[in-house]
């Protein structure tokens, strides 16, 4: 059985996320929450919303980062639903952390740029800087708000009930 296929409730994700009903439902009436992670459902009496684990990424990732200190809003949900649904490289799948064995993945991310990196054992904080100093769009970041988005994916799976190891190997094969 995969989490990745479930689909969660507006108080699901309330209770997994830590993120208030309504401010969900108010990242939905704003367009927030789009693509794929549109809901199911919900907008009449009766129907409940319900979001994909993609989704659940999105507000779990919006969340880290706002607790992190990013105040926009936009970016935020940006650089969450760069990271849960697209990816630029082979060696991370969408919504996952990087595959290889005893790396962490940070979300680093401003108001109008995000990326993800894979950080390794052993590498310092300079590496990590010239890591993100490259070219992106032709200017160089010379800020912004970090999180580990590994722990984010893994307390996320954990507060669903999954296994975030077992995820890990269904979706990359033995590391």
Same mark, same amino acid.
């Given at each position: 059985?995969?989490?990745?296929?479930?689909?969660?409730?507006?108080?699901?994700? !309330?209770?997994?996320?830590?993120?208030?009903?309504?401010?969900?439902?108010?990242?939905?009436?704003?367009?927030?929450?789009?693509?794929?992670?549109?809901?199911?459902?919900g907008g009449s009496q009766g *129907?409940?919303?319900?979001?994909?684990?993609?989704?659940?990424?999105?507000?779990?990732?919006?969340?880290?980062?706002?607790? !992190?200190?990013?105040?926009?809003?936009?970016? #935020?949900?940006? #650089?969450?639903?760069?990271?849960?649904?697209?990816?630029?490289?082979?060696?991370?799948?969408?919504?996952?952390?990087?595959?290889?064995?005893?790396?962490?993945?940070?979300?680093? !991310?401003?108001?109008?740029?995000? *990326?993800?990196?894979?950080?390794?054992?052993?590498?310092?904080?300079?590496?990590?800087?010239?890591?993100?100093?490259?070219?992106?769009?032709?200017? *160089?970041?010379?800020?912004?708000?970090?999180i580990d988005a590994t722990a984010?994916?893994?307390?996320?799976?954990?507060?669903?009930?999954?296994?975030?190891?077992?995820?890990?190997?269904r979706a990359y094969g033995p *590391?």
């Amino acid at each position: 059985m995969t989490v990745r296929k479930d689909k969660f409730t507006s108080g699901q994700v !309330a209770d997994i996320t830590g993120v208030t009903i309504n401010d969900i439902q108010n990242w939905c009436k704003r367009g927030y929450i789009m693509g794929e992670a549109v809901p199911e459902g919900g907008g009449s009496q009766g *129907r409940h919303r319900k979001f994909s684990f993609e989704a659940l990424l999105v507000i779990a990732f919006v969340k880290a980062l706002i607790d !992190a200190g990013m105040r926009d809003l936009v970016g #935020a949900f940006r #650089a969450a639903s760069q990271f849960a649904y697209a990816t630029n490289t082979a060696q991370r799948l969408p919504g996952l952390p990087f595959g290889q064995q005893g790396s962490r993945t940070l979300i680093v !991310a401003g108001s109008d740029w995000s *990326r993800a990196i894979a950080v390794r054992p052993g590498e310092s904080a300079f590496d990590l800087f010239l890591a993100l100093s490259g070219e992106d769009e032709g200017k *160089r970041q010379i800020g912004g708000v970090w999180i580990d988005a590994t722990a984010v994916f893994e307390k996320t799976v954990r507060r669903i009930g999954g296994d975030p190891e077992a995820e890990m190997l269904r979706a990359y094969g033995p *590391r």
